[in-house]
């Protein structure tokens, strides 16, 4: 068996800023509000549970996740059914 050395570097890397002055279409900044403020919610630990469908860009996939307490399945499945019934209202 042979014997390695491992050196310990101490190097910090700076990494390059994020860009936060990206230009942003009405609807990506209406997106980014929701999830800022459902986010601000979490942390607040105002939410318990959370129901998400997200479309990707090119309209090939639809996800889903969600984070609930056992409880809250009934009341998010009612409350997914009522919205899905108004988004199919909407689009008519």
């Known amino acids: 068996m ?7 570097s101490h190097t910090v890397i700076s990494l390059r800023p ?3 002055d ?4 009405e609807r990506l900044a209406s997106m980014i509000d929701v999830l800022h403020e459902h986010l601000k919610l979490v942390r607040d630990g105002q ?3 959370l129901a998400l469908v997200s479309v ?4 090939s996939a639809i996800g889903t996740q969600w984070s609930c307490v ?3 399945l009934a009341t998010l499945i009612g409350k997914l059914t ?3 019934h108004d988004m199919m209202a909407a689009r008519r």
């Open 82 to 84: 009522v919205l899905a």
């Open 56 to 59: 990707s860009a090119d309209g």
């Open 2 to 8: 042979s014997e390695s050395t491992v050196e310990k």
């Open 70 to 72: 056992h409880a809250d």
């Open 22 to 25: 990206a230009p942003v279409d």
């Open 18 to 20: 994020v860009v936060t």
């Open 47 to 49: 939410l318990r549970s």
